[in-house]
């Protein structure tokens, strides 16, 4: 076993993974498995790293997810305006309203926390 560098390196661990799947745990195969899962988890996160989303989008899926609607919103950001200036991006989250989004739907305060791309204003003529 050796460390993963290449793409074919990663390759060939991918295979290999594949053939010891369901190999039972504190056997030879099954040390074998998590030692060459750990490696291409390190290789993947370094090589095909995943960006955190945009926090208005976190909070529609997690709605999504939910089965509510936008109303589930009101009272945790705030009053019916509130949200709707959130989610059309006129309005940036505040610190209170991310720790309730937090509290209430689970949204990672780190996917919260991240710029949110505001909507541009339009000018007057």
């Given at each position: 076993m050796k460390p993963i560098k290449t793409e074919a390196d990663h390759a060939a661990a991918l295979r290999e993974i594949e053939r010891l799947w369901g190999a039972e745990e504190s056997?030879?195969?099954g040390d074998r498995l998590d030692v060459l899962s750990t490696l291409v988890e390190a290789y993947e996160e370094a090589h095909f790293p995943i960006d955190m989303p945009d926090p208005?989008?976190?909070i529609k899926f997690r709605l999504e997810q939910r089965g509510e609607g936008k109303n589930a919103l009101v009272g945790v950001i705030g009053s019916r305006t509130r949200v709707y200036e959130v989610l059309r991006r006129d309005r940036?989250?505040?610190l209170a309203?991310?720790?309730r989004l937090n509290?209430?739907?689970r949204i990672p305060a780190e996917?919260?926390?991240r710029p949110v791309r505001m909507r541009?204003?339009?000018q007057a003529a």
């Open positions: 056997t030879p195969d208005i989008e976190a940036a989250l505040s309203m991310i720790r509290k209430r739907f996917v919260l926390i541009k204003k339009k």
